[in-house]
């Protein structure tokens, strides 16, 4: 007997844990928090009232509204609306439903009429039916596509199939009210549907392509015994619909009749007004009018979860009349809420329990959380005390110390707290008499002011430590309010700074200091004593938060999350985070959870990677407080913040990666919006002319979750083959692209779906391979022609330079001819006529004839002399230009008519015989024509040469003359002709009254003169 009463007991107490467990487990699934986006009439959503939603195969959501249809991509909203009466091609702009085919088009019902959108085109067509009482407005509801690519549709009242190739109408049925509901993918055969009437609903059934029969529920009190309107639908099998309407939730088997009513939530009644089966889970969203969005578990057959509105989270549903619900295949939730538009949210995003709200507690920004004991958690408030929470932190038990800020909250020995107010003030609770009382401090030294205390740690059983301003302090609580802080003169007097912020316990015998932002300091711990060991590491940043994993000790800094590896002699400092680091947990598989200025991150330290998450995966908000963290019951994390608590379940926390192929939304050509491309969406091919090459891509990463954050990638091959890593949605410009073909490509990291596009360049007609051979060929001829021309007028110069010379000759040989015949001609003749005229005899005897034969023959000899020297100066060929220029400068001074002054100093370069001759005779030429009509007393001739030029500077002070009006003689066009001969430039400069300078100009390769010793 006591056996069997024992044996009951055990059952029924394993029975109670069973059911209290499964109550938790349950309770751990669904309290998960979604937070939802909003999109309304400031975002672009033409109407907040929306009626129908359709996502298509490219991932654009649909939204019908009650004024307009609209196409959203997670980020921008594109309205569709009937500008007038007389476009009859555009749906109306009271949309019912959307539905699309197998080539990506859509049929849009509304209102007014139905409608086609060819998605490749971006054009709406209107279905022209042959009815009378569908020329003009009429209600339409597409609902299936079967099999036998046949159209089923409500239209004015009644529920037909229509036949698109034979454009053919066939009715299937009048027992309906506009709403027709099916449980089956589209291109299949069509056995069943359900309707739903004014009340109630009909299952039509049928058979061949025609109805056999139509059963109504809940529209006669006679058969079903309630009466209701019916919402909407969601098929779990051919047994099992489950119904919302005005009696809520109701489950209905249609083969039995037997149906169950659930119409209440919290002991309230409720109105149904949408429902849909939560992806993976036996959960129903149930949307309500007033209640919010309810969750339904089937197995447990009761409501498990309600999300209401909000007005204090942002993040919160719109309102609480939900009239449409979607989830699609990457459990993506879209609700319309009647009047404010549309929320959606991942259903698989990972999502923090959220705790302790503004309307819960108008002040939770959480400084300290504390888990007392296996039945509550304190949590410090910046200024309202603490909260006293139940365990799973579900509900609010009490409040303690209302009106003081709380700045620290330390357990003690024998479960008393210590709590540290945020004006300096200390309060001990005593778990014995369950109070708290104030504690009065004092230092062992003198000090002004309030102490700064930066940390408190539990040394060891009987020992308390407290990092102050001071250095470090033993703490001790007298029974009598004290709280007494010893300065540890051991180890505050080795520390250059005594400024201490952190102290860390690494084992029982080895500590570590860190002074205020300067460095670690190890220390020893034995027999009671305390000892210096040596510097760890420099650290010229705050220290939040420390934990030791092995030997790693982990630093949780305002310079981000440190590691140091203690264990060794030498010790590295490595960053593992970038951010301002407030807080720093490990959880049971030995990772950190560490809270941030900047969010909250995972660290895995065996992979050593990290993760960041955000307020987009459910954070009360993204900066988190010092040392509010702590371990609760099963593992868990709870961590404060500005904005309450986030719950962390290490073994389910893993971040959220949907699936997204992102989409070229628009296309510009030369900026303009490109119109031959019909749909950009639709595009894979640009065929552009040559002057049509600056390219301008708009893209959505098509993200419903985060698509500013999405990262997508893009790349033009054939004009930057390298990758470029972009975020979110966006237009890239290709300016200026030359001819060719291109392939652009968009990525997104995370799935690797991709978009390609494929762009055709073609070049203007004289890039083309015809135009290049044509003017190749002419070119060709051309340069031959001019070739013919160029020797032709070659060989006429070289004759004109050969006419040119032998005139210069035959003027040479003339004036030779005039010297001789006018000087030595004339002194032979005189001598001829002064020996005739005279008496031979006499001029022998006298001696006179042969001095008078001597001066003449002198004479002519010099005449000879001279004009030789013209012909060939005998020096200029032995002895180069400047000894030659320098002979003829002394003969023709020797004369006494004019001065000649040479100046050779700055000349070293080596001139060809050619050169030398040339410019020798284009001396005596401008020394003639000065000596001859010039008038002037001096000529300077300087000769230099500087880098690759030779450079004679000829000058005289005579009278000058106009030389553009000059006529050309004999010696300027001698000059000439030299000068060219010797491809040489000279430039005349003179005027009247102004003298003549003349600068020849050699361009030559400069060699310069070897050295001579001496």
């Not at 993040?315 to 809420?337: E, G, P, Q, T, W």
């Not at 008519?897 to 030429?925: M, P, T, W």
Request: some cysteine; overall charge positive; charged content about 20%.
């Amino acid at each position: 007997m006591q056996n069997l009463l024992f044996l009951h007991i055990r059952s029924s107490l394993c029975l109670f844990l069973l059911l209290i467990f499964s109550k938790q487990s349950l309770l751990a699934q669904t309290n998960k928090t979604l937070l939802f986006k909003h999109l309304t009439q400031e975002n672009g959503l033409s109407d907040p009232t929306v009626r129908a939603l359709h996502l298509d195969k490219d991932g654009f959501l649909w939204i019908g509204t009650e004024n307009g249809l609209n196409r959203f991509d997670g980020t921008n909203c594109i309205a569709y609306k009937k500008q007038s009466a007389k476009n009859n091609t555009s749906p109306g702009n009271y949309i019912t439903k959307i539905i699309e085919d197998k080539d990506g088009s859509l049929i849009i019902g509304s209102q007014s009429n139905l409608v086609k959108y060819d998605k490749k085109t971006d054009a709406f067509s209107l279905y022209r039916f042959k009815l009378d009482k569908l020329k003009q407005n009429y209600y339409s509801f597409p609902f299936y596509i079967d099999n036998q690519d046949v159209l089923w549709v409500y239209l004015a009242g009644e529920v037909y199939k229509y036949h698109a190739k034979a454009d053919k109408l066939v009715k299937i049925t009048d027992y309906s009210n506009g709403f027709q509901f099916v449980n089956k993918p589209f291109y299949q055969e069509l056995k069943q549907f359900i309707s739903r009437g004014v009340k109630g609903i009909y299952i039509n059934k049928i058979q061949g392509g025609r109805e056999i029969s139509a059963t109504d529920f809940f529209m006669s009190a006679e058969k079903s015994h309630v009466v209701s309107h019916i919402e909407d639908v969601y098929s779990q099998s051919d047994s099992t619909l489950w119904l919302v309407g005005d009696k809520g939730l109701m489950e209905l088997n249609p083969k039995t009749k037997n149906f169950k009513i659930f119409e209440l939530f919290n002991d309230k009644k409720f109105t149904g007004t949408a429902v849909a089966k939560y992806p993976g889970k036996p959960w129903l969203l149930v949307g309500t009018n007033g209640s919010g969005l309810l969750l339904f578990d089937l197995s447990a057959r009761k409501f498990i979860r309600q999300f209401k509105h909000s007005a204090s989270d942002p993040n919160s549903i719109s309102a609480n009349y939900i009239r449409r619900i979607l989830i699609d295949k990457k459990n993506n939730l879209f609700l319309s809420v009647d009047k404010y538009g549309l929320d959606y949210t991942n259903l698989d995003q990972v999502i923090f329990p959220r705790y302790v709200s503004k309307e819960e507690s108008p002040d939770n920004d959480i400084t300290s959380i504390l888990n007392y004991s296996n039945l509550e958690v304190w949590c410090g408030t910046k200024s309202s005390g603490i909260k006293v929470y139940t365990a799973d932190l579900s509900r609010l038990a009490r409040t303690e110390l209302t009106g003081i800020g709380v700045n620290k909250l330390i357990k003690l020995k024998d479960q008393n707290v210590l709590l540290e107010s945020n004006n300096g003030e200390y309060y001990l609770f005593t778990a014995k008499n369950k109070n708290f009382k104030r504690l009065t401090v004092s230092f062992s030294n003198q000090f002004k002011g309030k102490a700064n205390v930066h940390q408190f740690i539990q040394f060891d059983k009987d020992t308390l430590l407290a990092a102050t301003e001071f250095g470090v302090a033993k703490v001790t609580i007298t029974e009598n309010g004290l709280i007494f802080f010893d300065l540890i003169s051991e180890v505050n007097r080795s520390l250059p700074w005594n400024n201490v912020q952190q102290v860390i316990k690494l084992t029982d015998e080895k500590f570590l200091v860190q002074t205020y932002y300067t460095a670690l300091y190890l220390y020893s711990f034995k027999n009671n004593k305390f000892s210096y060991v040596k510097e760890v590491g420099r650290v010229p940043f705050a220290t939040n938060s420390c934990l030791m994993l092995g030997n790693d000790l982990f630093l949780a800094t305002s310079s981000g999350l440190l590691r140091f590896n203690v264990g060794g002699s030498r010790t590295k400092e490595i960053t593992l985070i970038d951010a301002n680091c407030s807080s720093l947990v490990a959880d049971k598989n030995r990772n950190l959870w560490v809270g941030t200025n900047n969010g909250l991150y995972f660290y895995d330290t065996r992979t050593q990677k990290s993760i960041r998450y955000t307020v987009a995966d459910g954070l009360q908000s993204m900066v988190f407080n010092v040392g509010s963290v702590a371990t609760l019951q099963n593992n868990k994390i709870a961590i404060g913040g500005l904005n309450g608590i986030n719950v962390i379940n290490p073994d389910n926390a893993t971040q959220f990666k949907s699936g997204s192929c992102p989409q070229i939304v628009s296309l510009k050509v030369n900026d303009k919006a490109y119109k031959s491309a019909d749909n950009a969406l639709s595009t894979s091919l640009l065929n552009l002319s040559h002057n049509q090459n600056t390219i301008t891509i708009g893209f959505s990463s098509m993200d419903f979750v985060n698509p500013a954050q999405r990262e997508i990638t893009y790349k033009m091959t054939g004009y930057e083959n390298r990758a470029v890593t972009t975020k979110g949605n966006g237009e890239l410009r290709f300016p200026n692209m030359p001819s060719g073909n291109y392939t652009f490509e968009l990525t997104d990291v995370l799935s690797k779906n991709k978009t390609v596009i494929s762009i055709h360049i073609n070049a203007p007609f004289w890039q083309k391979w015809w135009f290049i051979t044509v003017a190749c060929i002419t070119m060709i001829l051309l340069g031959i022609i001019i070739l013919i021309l160029y020797l032709r007028w070659l060989k006429h110069m070289q004759a004109l330079q050969l006419r040119q010379m032998i005139s210069f000759q035959k003027d040479d040989r003339k004036r030779i001819a005039d010297d001789l015949h006018d000087d030595l001609g004339l002194k032979l003749s005189s001598l001829k006529h002064y020996l005739l005229a005279g008496d031979i005899n006499k001029m022998i005897s006298g001696g006179e004839l042969r001095s008078l034969s001597v001066q003449y023959i002198d004479q002519a000899l010099q005449v000879l002399r001279n004009t030789l020297i013209n012909l060939s100066p005998k020096t200029l060929d032995e002895n180069g230009l400047i000894p030659a220029l320098q002979d003829l400068a002394s003969t023709i001074n020797r004369l006494g008519i004019i001065k000649i002054h040479i100046d050779n100093v700055g000349f070293s370069a080596i001139l060809k015989n050619a050169q030398q001759y040339a410019i020798y005779r284009i001396c005596q030429e401008l020394i003639n024509n000065t000596v001859k009509h010039a008038e002037a007393k001096n000529i300077y001739i300087s000769i230099v040469n500087r880098d690759d030029k030779f450079i004679l500077l000829y000058e005289d002070d005579g009278k000058g003359f106009d030389y553009p009006a000059v006529k050309r003689g004999y010696g300027l066009s001698n000059i000439e002709a030299h000068i060219q001969a010797i491809k040489a430039n000279i430039d005349i400069d003179t005027q009247p009254g102004r003298g003549v300078a003349a600068t020849i100009t050699i361009y030559l390769k400069q060699k310069n003169k070897p050295k001579t010793d001496g």
